[in-house]
């Protein structure tokens, strides 16, 4: 069998994942990080797509070229799982739904075409979290599923409401290895970073976090990011003991946090299962260790009232001005497989001049202007 990878930046980390669940196998592996490549490829390479709902029409797209030209597409990721009819009906040879490193490995064994279902969350353990023997590295993935059941989020949709944590020995032992390699940056995946090792993922186990953060430095990594980019953390995992940690042992000045939105009855509708007042907290705590807080806020909830946005804005305010907060700002997107999939995004003229003016000032930063367009481009997508 011939395997190729279309990578792009936003599925590197899952591909560095699934090469590394692939790497013991007798199977010929390239990674093609160009498109137009992908059309040099012999037409015996099966070509295999990773991707997020945001990037699913650009993808959908690709793939029906690739196959136009002959080719077998194979794809999985978080649309792919909630969408495999959408992918089987425009072609796609196999089409892995859940976690894919066990089914991609049969896949890889017999390559039988059509829905590819993992019956099963994976053991981290069992698989490396990135390849060394392709060198393809990604940020240590700590924990996989989400106790909470945010409604507009595909997380505990794809991975489960279980938190699955890898062993200590694992990542040190992957981080010692990394390090053999010239890596001398330690970032970790997690749905919330400040619940590694803890039985329930909510309540901070300070012990394994220390043990952790203390074990990487000892592996060598020179800097060690922990609760920043490209994880974040819940308000009710955010302690003074846990800070501590960070500040001892790690180089990111920010944390980011999650609230999402200043009005309750939005939160409550969202099943965030915090309010208001605990993010506050947290986010006042943040700021008192040193940290600056970086807040991930969603606008444009259909069911938003005008009162509801300017709750969420006022906060925003009072964030930035008394805790030095930089806001994230998201565009509300209808994520297939989740509860909100059929909603539209919804924000008026007026709040947009709004959410402009505040980013103009430095308020709020992030994607939010861009995941305007995403956002149709995915209530577009038929079924
Ligand atoms: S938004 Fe975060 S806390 Fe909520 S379900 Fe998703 S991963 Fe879990």
Not at 42 to 57: C, G, K, Q, T
Not at 130 to 157: D, H, N, V
Not at 177 to 193: D, E, L
Not at 252 to 262: A, D, E, M
Request: aromatic share 10%; net charge positive.
């Amino acid at each position: 069998m011939k395997l190729a990878f279309f990578r792009t930046k936003n599925n590197r980390y899952s591909i560095a994942a699934l090469l590394g669940a692939l790497e013991d196998l007798e199977v010929k592996i390239i990674v093609v990080d160009n498109p137009e490549d992908l059309f040099e490829l012999p037409r015996d390479f099966y070509i295999a797509l990773s991707f997020m709902s945001p990037e699913a029409l650009h993808h959908l797209k690709l793939a029906q070229e690739i196959i136009h030209k002959g080719y077998k597409v194979i794809a999985g990721g978080s649309h792919a799982s909630a969408r495999p009819e959408q992918l089987l009906k425009r072609g796609v040879f196999a089409v892995f739904v859940g976690e894919a490193e066990e089914t991609l490995r049969s896949f890889v064994l017999n390559p039988k075409p059509g829905l590819w279902k993992a019956t099963r969350f994976v053991d981290l353990d069992k698989f490396p979290p990135f390849s060394l023997k392709y060198e393809a590295f990604s940020p240590i993935e700590i924990t996989r599923g989400c106790p909470f059941g945010c409604a507009y989020c595909q997380t505990p949709r794809l991975f489960g409401n279980t938190v699955r944590h890898r062993s200590l020995e694992k990542v040190l032992d992957y981080a010692r290895r990394s390090v053999a390699q010239g890596r001398k940056v330690a970032r970790f995946i997690s749905p919330n970073a400040f619940s590694y090792g803890s039985s329930k993922g909510i309540i901070p186990n300070i012990e394994a976090i220390e043990k952790l953060l203390k074990g990487v430095k000892e592996a060598g990594m020179r800097e060690v990011y922990f609760g920043s980019f490209p994880s974040d953390v819940r308000p009710e995992s955010v302690t003074e003991e846990v800070l501590d940690l960070v500040a001892t042992y790690c180089d990111n000045r920010t944390i980011v946090i999650g609230l999402q939105s200043g009005s309750e009855r939005i939160l409550r509708l969202l099943k965030r299962g915090h309010n208001v007042e605990n993010a506050l907290h947290a986010v006042e705590l943040i700021a008192k260790k040193g940290f600056m807080p970086y807040v991930d806020m969603i606008f444009g909830f259909p069911f938003e009232t005008k009162d509801d946005v300017r709750k969420s804005l006022e906060i925003s305010l009072l964030m930035h001005e008394k805790f030095g907060a930089v806001i994230h700002g998201h565009t509300f997107m209808p994520l297939p497989g989740t509860p909100f999939e059929n909603l539209n995004m919804h924000i008026s003229a007026d709040i947009l001049k709004t959410i402009g003016r505040f980013s103009s000032k430095g308020i709020i930063k992030g994607q939010w202007q861009r995941q305007l367009n995403i956002s149709e481009e995915i209530s577009s997508l038929e079924g």
